[in-house]
């Protein structure tokens, strides 16, 4: 069933798309960084649960997208390029617990 759709899931700040998080301790406090991106093709796809925590952590909303499974590992692949370049425009957010 090589043209089957099946559901992946993006987390959207505003115009903003996520694409990297990272946990540091500073002060005896957690700061997570929330990395955003405002071109779609580069968020990270993610499965509905880690959709649903993410969106609560860093105040997003999940938006659900139906792809084939090369579609899906087609924009797995242009994130992990994205990640290892970096040489587009990030925003970040931090959250200090």
């Not at 946990?23 to 959709?51: G, M, Q, R, W």
């Not at 952590?57 to 997208?65: Q, S």
Request: net charge positive; with cysteine; hydrophobic share 30%.
């Amino acid at each position: 069933m090589p043209n089957r759709e099946y559901p992946y899931y993006f987390i959207k700040l505003g115009k903003l798309y996520y694409v990297y998080h990272s946990y540091k301790n500073v002060k005896k406090k957690e700061v997570s960084s929330y990395e955003f991106t405002n071109d779609e093709s580069l968020a990270f796809p993610i499965d509905e649960e880690s959709a649903k925590q993410l969106a609560d952590k860093c105040g997003g909303h999940i938006v659900m997208k139906n792809a084939t499974f090369n579609d899906y590992i087609n924009q797995g692949e242009r994130w992990s390029n994205f990640i290892d370049s970096k040489k587009k425009s990030i925003w970040k957010i931090y959250i200090i617990n």
